[in-house]
């Protein structure tokens, strides 16, 4: 029996849309045991519901899914290093939050739901408002007022109720749990079912590597809905017996948004208010991650680390990814500028992946 609980209180949930948080205010996380098979994943087409014994979707559910997943893993060189780099800037709504979107919605159209509310800085908006075109579901969509155009355009494209808010990414989020109250939330940082979802990055890459695990992966942080889901995809296959050892994960920041990188280098079990400054990286631009106590467990488990970089930084990565034939967004450069960083200290003879999570696309206005 699926349930929620709560690794902050230890108490325990029946599964309910209306469920986001637990009584004690922390985060919710899901109770599910994944299956892998690898006969049954090699008979099932190349998008992510191939790993259907792994999603928490039950069989008679009619899955929402506009064949994505399955996102080439690309050869490249990064400071003489060959990297493998997983093109999730190809997925239908630009970014790979459709990975958590797919499956996310696909449970509120299980539980019958008409309605969702969710906050975003616009991608994780695009990719519920998606799919909740494709399910016949309303949604609202919270979204701090400066968001790029690109993305509050597409937001609408899809038919949801696009609402501005003034003020940083943080009153947007007050301003849709308030809303929550009323309407299911389809949080991507809150809700599990979302993290179940972003896991199968990881099975992707064990899949296309030849069912092995790199030794690293670099991977952006704000809310670290991928970076969790990737830690749980590994630990799933871990504990499954596929694979010996869960990759060192290594987290990526903006200097001028680095709460976990803060709370990483003193040893905080928890983030800490910080100072924050304007970054192009406005995906990562997260003062207060939900997860935050869970990213860094996430982090210091698998010996991993945060890394932060400046804005120069990014403007470069930007540029080089750019020549190298993609065009991604800033806050995916922000990644590509973090995994150069990782190269150029790294043992020498590491698997290193990473990842160009959000297309350039998105970004025109502000590139401009
Ligand atoms: C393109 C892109 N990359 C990375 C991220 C970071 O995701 P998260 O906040 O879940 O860590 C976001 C979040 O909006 C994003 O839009
Ligand atoms: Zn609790």
Redesign the pocket.
């Known amino acids: 029996m699926e349930r929620f609980f709560?690794s902050?209180?230890s108490?325990f949930y029946p599964l309910h849309p209306s469920r986001w948080r637990?009584?004690?205010g922390?985060f919710l996380d899901l109770e599910f045991e994944s299956e892998f098979s690898i006969k049954k994943i090699l008979k099932r087409g190349p998008t992510l519901w191939r790993y259907r014994e792994t999603i928490p979707i039950h069989k008679e559910t009619p899955i929402l899914s506009m064949n994505e997943g399955f996102t080439p893993l690309e050869e490249i060189e990064f400071n003489g290093n060959r990297t493998l780099i997983k093109m999730d800037y190809l997925f239908p709504t630009g970014s790979y939050k459709d990975r958590g979107a797919t499956v996310l919605i696909s449970k509120m159209k299980e539980w019958g739901v008409q309605k969702v509310v969710e906050d975003s800085s616009g991608n994780a908006g695009s990719a519920v408002a998606a799919y909740c075109a494709k399910a016949g579901i309303k949604c609202e969509i919270y979204v701090p007022q400066y968001t790029s155009s690109e993305k509050t355009v597409q937001i609408q494209a899809y038919g949801a109720t696009l609402k501005k808010v003034q003020g940083s990414r943080e009153r947007t989020a007050e301003v849709a749990t308030e809303a929550a109250s009323k309407i299911p939330y389809a949080s991507h940082c809150w809700n599990p079912f979302f993290l179940h979802g972003t896991k199968t990055f990881a099975f992707e890459v064990w899949e296309q590597m030849g069912w092995k695990a790199p030794d690293a992966l670099v991977l952006p942080v704000g809310h670290g809905t991928l970076f969790l889901g990737v830690y749980m995809g590994f630990r799933e296959l871990k504990e499954a017996g596929m694979i010996k050892k869960i990759p060192k994960l290594v987290g990526i920041q903006s200097a001028f948004c680095a709460p976990l990188y803060q709370a990483f280098k003193k040893g905080w079990r928890e983030t800490r208010p910080i100072e924050k400054g304007e970054t192009v990286a406005e995906g990562i631009a997260i003062s207060e991650p939900v997860r935050g106590r869970q990213i860094l467990e996430a982090t210091r488990e698998t010996g991993g680390e945060i890394l932060v970089v400046t804005e120069k930084e990014i403007r470069m990565a930007l540029k080089e990814a750019g020549r190298k034939g993609h065009f991604i967004e800033p806050t995916s450069a922000a990644t590509i500028a973090g995994l150069k960083k990782y190269l150029d200290k790294k043992r020498r003879r590491e698997t290193v992946v990473s990842t160009f999570t959000g297309t350039g696309l998105k970004s025109v206005g502000k590139m401009l």
Do not use: E, T
């Open positions: 709560c902050n209180c108490r637990c009584d004690c922390s």
